[in-house]
């Protein structure tokens, strides 16, 4: 299996973090790219699941090149592993955003209607997963944020969809081991695991790691020392397809 190329486009994509959550304090319109933003992680979910997280996402770049080395990398507190918490504050975010939009909506037509928008779209973009996502990136472990993100979960639940309508069946990509008997069983995909998963004990029948929270970032892939991990197409049974490649 071929590993994943060390040169990668989602190591600079942080930079449009300061274009969008500082640039758009002076600009306010910059924050409208969070609506083609949404598009995408929305669109990538449907036929991707959390693709975007794992090599699409300002954030994910920034904690992953930038923060990690000055992360203190410790232990995950059991709260961000809730599947409780998670949904909740997923529920709470959107219900606070839907708010906030609809108070903004009231302007429509007028001059500043734009600005406004713009900003309200600023301010989350700031606040949330950049000044709260950074501060647990290195105050616990640099994809802390990634585990409640609002966005991340609305891309889990855009996989779902897309699974259910079977929009995904030619689409989706996921870890695969070419023979678990081939496994060292070293722990070396979980160690690299930038979400804490554990591939090496969770492939099925199918020889695939099925996770809802895979972020699909090739980590895995690259620290094993017997190169028998690959990303590649399923149908949704669970088998790979004729048109499954190695990345």
Not at 6 to 13: G, M
Not at 159 to 186: F, Y
Request: proline share 5%; aromatic share 12%.
């Amino acid at each position: 299996m071929e590993k994943l190329n060390d040169f990668n486009i989602k190591k600079y994509l942080w930079w449009a973090i300061p274009l969008i959550a500082f640039g758009g304090l002076f600009y306010p319109k910059l924050g409208l790219s969070m609506l083609l933003i949404m598009g995408i992680i929305i669109g990538v979910g449907l036929f991707n699941g959390k693709y975007w997280c794992g090599n699409l996402c300002p954030h994910a770049s920034l904690f992953d090149n930038i923060l990690k080395p000055r992360s203190f990398s410790r232990e995950l507190p059991k709260i961000f592993k809730s599947k409780v918490f998670k949904w909740g504050f997923f529920t709470f975010y959107m219900i606070m955003f839907i708010v906030r939009i609809i108070r903004v909506s009231s302007g429509w037509g007028s001059d500043g209607f734009w600005d406004n928008l713009g900003f309200l779209f600023v301010i989350q973009y700031l606040v949330m997963p950049t000044i709260l996502g950074s501060s647990l990136a290195i105050l616990i472990s640099p994809r802390t944020w990634c585990h409640v993100c609002p966005m991340g979960t609305m891309g889990q639940v855009m996989d779902k969809v897309g699974s259910t309508l079977k929009l995904n069946k030619r689409t989706e990509t996921k870890i695969q081991i070419s023979d678990k008997d081939d496994c060292l069983e070293c722990g070396l995909c979980t160690k690299a695991c930038p979400m804490g998963l554990e591939p090496h004990k969770n492939f099925n029948e199918g020889n695939i790691f099925d996770h809802p929270d895979c972020i699909k970032c090739g980590a895995c892939i690259n620290s094993c020392p017997v190169n028998i991990l690959s990303l590649d197409k399923t149908d949704i049974g669970g088998r790979e397809t004729d048109i499954g490649t190695t990345v």
